[in-house]
Nanobody, 124 residues
Framework: VQLQASGGGLVETGGSLSLSCAAS????????MGWFRQGPGKEREFVAV????????YYADSVKGRFTISRDNGKNTVYLQMNTLKPEDTAVYYC??????????????????WGQGTQVTVSS
């Protein structure tokens, strides 16, 4: 599975951005797709994950109510709509995928496939 992320950029506090991640390869290996982020000097942290059907979605507490994860299976693409952005959301955002939902889905090492990162910068 190859993952290609896009959509990062610079936005002011309170603004919105939408990220996309297109998957190619064997679809069963991207049944679950998610987003992580890594801020300056920080470890990579979980943001959100979604199942192929969309019935299962989990979010980090820090983004609940502000971020929405979705996917278009026809396009093999997962999206992250980010609203009410804060400076602490500044990070490189990575998409991840796996054929199953990891037991510890908030742990980056549990995911088999990763895309390149896309920078999101929120100015104060």
């Amino acid at each position: 599975v190859q993952l290609q992320a896009s959509g990062g950029g610079l936005v002011e506090t309170g603004g919105s951005l939408s990220l996309s991640c297109a998957a190619s390869g064997r679809s069963e290996r991207s049944t679950f797709m998610g987003w992580f982020r890594q801020g300056p000097g920080k470890e990579r942290e979980f943001v959100a994950v979604i199942s192929r059907s969309g019935a299962t979605r989990y979010y980090a507490d820090s983004v609940k109510g502000r971020f929405t994860i979705s996917r278009d299976n026809g396009k093999n693409t997962v999206y992250l709509q980010m609203n009410t952005l804060k400076p602490e959301d500044t990070a490189v955002y990575y998409c991840a995928a796996d054929g199953r939902l990891p037991t510890y889905y908030e742990t980056a090492s549990q995911y088999a496939y990763w895309g390149q990162g896309t920078q999101v910068t929120v100015s104060s």
